[in-house]
């Protein structure tokens, strides 16, 4: 499994962030899909990963700073050829050092609160995520869940 940023100009990643907004918008109303799309993960502030399996892309996921300590995770998906594999797992691992590397004291996200994302809502939680009111531009929303974790500062050996 090969984790690398992403520069959001191939067309495998282009198509897995397009199944990702329509799977959004499918399962949410839309006034409560907070994905970002394709111009607005290109935003200085944000910082895009892709996973590879075997030279297939298996899935991907951001980090956007949102203040001078606080990172928020956004566009965490998995494609479907590659679920059950470890690649959100790994991949949120590999945020979490990143956001510890850039001295984030706080990472947080947003996920919606139906069935679909009960798999997710699993993941966060085992990584030590813990729901929280909304944080930044959000509010209270029926349909949203907040996650967020406090960070250990990261120490280079």
């Known amino acids: 499994m090969e984790i690398r940023i992403d520069d959001l100009s191939g067309p495998e990643i282009k198509g897995l962030l397009q199944e990702h907004l329509n799977n959004m918008h499918e399962i949410s109303p839309p006034e409560s899909v907070h994905a970002l799309d394709l111009s607005a993960l290109k935003s200085p502030d ?3 990963w892709s996973v590879w399996i075997e030279g297939e892309l298996a899935g991907c996921g951001a980090l956007k700073k949102i203040g001078p300590s606080h990172g928020e995770i956004k566009s965490m998906r998995t494609s479907q050829n590659h679920l059950r594999k470890g690649v959100a797992a790994n ?8 956001s510890r590397r850039r001295q984030y004291t706080r990472l947080s996200l947003e996920t919606g609160t139906e069935p679909e994302f009960q798999p997710a809502h ?3 939680e085992r990584f030590g995520f813990e729901a929280c009111s909304p944080f930044g531009e959000y509010v209270e929303d029926p349909n949203s869940v907040f996650y967020t974790r ?8």
Do not use: C
Request: charged share 10%; proline share 5%.
């Open 91 to 98: 991949l949120l691992a590999h945020i979490l050092q990143e």
């Open 46 to 48: 944000v910082t895009l």
């Open 150 to 157: 406090a960070l250990q500062q990261f120490s280079p050996a």
């Open 122 to 124: 699993r993941l966060y």
